[in-house]
């Protein structure tokens, strides 16, 4: 099978949580209680994102579509790990590999881009009060959505042929829960330079560049925030800022982690935790972090309650 004269491969094997035996059964219904969760949490905000005029603000408006990719996210990954863990790795074509890895890849990278661009939306609020109409107008706000979708295409689409041009021939096991790049990449026969580099270039690109970009946003209402002069505005100002700080902390920090890696070895089942972490747990945990520590979600979800009881 390792032979230059072997035949291409015709399916994959994603190995997963193999390593847990019978125990992938209890990791089954976990992962389907997060997923339920995710997609009930991120149906809500978005459902009241657009009937409720108070969260009418680019605030929102970017949050609603955080939510859109948060669902689809989770639905390309969820669902196959789930037939994963209870029938026992049924075998994935390649046009099913490469496909989750596409979208994956292009669901991802529009995240950190709107993540960026909801930390300029702060930036603007409170750096720009007096401007701040004009900044983030709802021309501006679209075309900033629509540039995150569309850097996620067109960079998942250059990496996506990078990778599915490599020869595949041999082995098909692929030790990871999901069709990902590096996983992918390092069955190919002969030496991946190309997706070396299309592996490289979606680092550093659009995980760091945008972690980048959030820093330097929060750099500067840290600024703005110390020349306030009372602790009340202070606290506002934190107050604006935090839930969407945490949510960059914990999509980011676990993302650097499980790609800042050097070398292109198998992962090992710690960096599957890892992943599986920021893949499936961290979708589940934005809707209540900008529910619950957001007044105005609240008093919108008391409304829709009130009315409708």
């Not at 996620?152 to 069709?179: D, E, K, Y």
């Not at 089942?269 to 893949?279: E, W």
Request: some cysteine; overall charge positive; proline content about 5%.
């Amino acid at each position: 099978m390792d032979d230059d004269n072997s035949t291409g491969v015709t399916e994959f094997i994603l190995l997963g949580f193999s390593y847990l035996g019978s125990k992938q059964r209890v990791l089954f219904w976990g992962v389907l209680f997060v997923h339920l969760v995710t997609l009930l949490g991120n149906s809500l905000i978005i459902t009241l994102t657009l009937l409720d005029s108070v969260l009418s603000t680019p605030m929102y408006f970017f949050l609603r579509h955080l939510s859109v990719i948060e669902i689809f996210y989770t639905i390309t990954v969820v669902p196959r790990m789930l037939i994963d863990l209870l029938f026992s790795h049924p075998p994935l074509s390649p046009a099913g590999c490469f496909a989750q890895m596409y979208f994956f890849a292009l669901l991802g990278i529009a995240e950190c881009c709107l993540l960026s661009a909801m930390a300029y939306d702060r930036y603007a609020a409170i750096c720009q009060p007096l401007h701040y109409t004009s900044l983030m107008n709802r021309q501006v706000c679209v075309g900033m959505v629509s540039a995150c979708y569309i850097m996620g295409i067109i960079t998942a689409t250059t990496n996506a042929l990078l990778i599915c041009t490599l020869p595949f021939r041999g082995t098909n096991i692929v030790h990871h829960f999901l069709c990902d790049n590096l996983p992918v990449m390092i069955l190919a026969k002969g030496d991946p330079f190309r997706g070396k580099v299309g592996n490289l270039t979606f680092t550093l690109l659009f995980i760091t560049t945008p972690f980048a970009l959030i820093l330097f946003s929060y750099v500067r209402i840290l600024i703005t925030v110390l020349g306030v002069a009372s602790a009340q505005g202070r606290q506002k100002v934190f107050s604006t800022c935090s839930s969407h700080l945490l949510v960059v902390i914990l999509f980011f920090g676990t993302a650097i982690l499980a790609y800042m890696k050097p070398g292109t070895n198998v992962p090992k089942d710690s960096d599957q935790i890892l992943s599986l972490f920021y893949m499936v747990v961290t979708p589940m945990f934005n809707p209540f972090i900008y529910t619950l520590r957001n007044k105005e979600v609240m008093g919108a979800l008391r409304r829709k309650i009130t009315k409708h009881l």
